[in-house]
């Protein structure tokens, strides 16, 4: 009987034993999620992959995968050859003027000049607005010599009859040297237009 009585309370306390163990058990700690749909993780992180940059000191974000206005540029890249157009006309002017000079008479090639260097200035001024500096400062040049010219001729009428086959002539081809140079400084600004 004793025996029984000590049976029954080691069946009692095995049981309670692996009754105990099975709870503390890590699979019984597991805590069961929904299963994951992984497109919408993957739709996140390209969204958070995406071209953004603040707002600077207005706070928020901005999508900034067109930063270059190409409207502008274009527009650009538009006054830029007109103003090439000018400036070869202006350099044709020039060298006809030069190569007629025997045509006029003094008031008449001082006149011719003051309009030049009126042009060579207007032409100036707009490459100024397209921030193309070194067309500005050719385009300056010519006029200059323009200008030189017409008030040594209109200061002196004999210079213009005495010098007109060497020294006139030199100082107008100097004006076409310059205009060239703005040809070609355009030609850069525009060939750097074309990079954005």
């Known amino acids: 009987m004793p025996a029984l009585i000590i049976l029954i309370i080691g069946l009692v306390a095995g049981a309670t034993f692996l009754f105990s163990s099975d709870k503390s058990s890590p699979t019984n700690n597991q805590v069961n999620l929904p299963p994951q749909n992984f497109s919408d993780n993957l739709d996140l992180e390209e969204k958070e992959s995406s071209h953004i940059s603040p707002l600077g000191n207005f706070g928020g974000w901005v999508d900034d995968s067109d930063e270059i206005d190409t409207s502008e540029i274009e527009d650009k890249k538009a006054r830029a050859e007109d103003l090439r157009s000018n400036i070869e006309d202006l350099n044709y002017e020039i ?44 385009l300056d040049e010519t006029s200059y010599g323009l200008r030189r010219l017409k008030n040594d001729i209109e200061s002196e009428p004999s210079y213009f009859y005495r010098d007109k086959d060497d020294d006139v002539y030199s100082r107008l081809k100097r004006s076409e040297y310059n205009t060239d140079d703005a040809l070609s400084n355009i030609d850069d600004f525009s060939s750097d237009l074309d990079d954005y």
Request: without cysteine; negative net charge; glycine residues 4%.
């Open 95 to 138: 060298g006809r003027l030069r190569r007629n000079a025997d045509s006029y008479d003094d008031d008449e090639f001082a006149s011719k000049l003051r309009r030049l260097q009126y042009e060579a200035d207007d032409l100036s001024s707009e490459a100024g607005d397209l921030e193309a500096d070194d067309v500005m400062s050719s």
